[in-house]
């Protein structure tokens, strides 16, 4: 025989002796019918049992684990919403801080604290209506760059009008600085 006739005479014999499924069925009936009363049975409580455990192990089991990890799965789920819960509070609280300190009686008492701290002795603060004037006198200019800067960040508050002149072709520099009050909201 030569090698190209190999896979055609394997191909040839496995039609030859495959066999139908209706055949092969008729065939385990046959077998099935031949058994005695107590063969019979043994062989079904066989398949109840292959069925039984492949029940088990494909639709019951899986369920099964599901449920007991169930418990420890909420508890988890219960802590992140906590959790959350907590963060929700913080964010709350960080929010009402944040319209309490934007209050005009909370800003003029900052910004009087921050001017003090940044530029001693060198402004003066009026208040008239919802405007809050800063006049400076003689204030360097890296101690004016570095007060604008902080008014900025820490009260989120930039001056709607600036009037600076510079002493003397000097560092120093004086004027006015305006700005506008914050509003209060309304919740």
Do not use: C
């Amino acid at each position: 025989m030569s090698d190209q006739n190999l896979p055609n005479a394997k191909v040839q014999q496995d039609s030859s002796t495959a066999i139908p499924l209706k055949y092969k069925l008729d065939h385990i009936k046959v077998i099935f019918a031949n058994l005695a009363g107590r063969e019979k049975v043994m062989v079904l409580i066989a398949i109840y049992l292959v069925a039984g455990a492949f029940i088990w192990w494909v639709l019951l089991s899986p369920a099964i684990q599901i449920l007991k990890n169930a418990p420890a799965k909420h508890l988890v789920l219960d802590q992140e919403i906590q959790s959350m819960q907590q963060m929700v509070a913080e964010a709350k609280t960080i929010q009402a801080q944040a319209q309490s300190q934007n209050a005009p009686a909370n800003f003029e008492s900052t910004l009087k604290l921050l001017s003090e701290n940044t530029i001693p002795g060198q402004y003066t603060l009026l208040s008239s209506g919802d405007k809050i004037t800063v006049t400076l006198q003689n204030t360097e200019s890296k101690k004016l760059l570095q007060w604008l800067e902080i008014v900025r960040i820490e009260l989120h508050n930039k001056p709607q009008e600036i009037q600076l002149k510079q002493v003397n072709n000097s560092t120093l520099w004086q004027g006015t600085v305006v700005f506008l009050l914050p509003k209060m909201n309304s919740k």
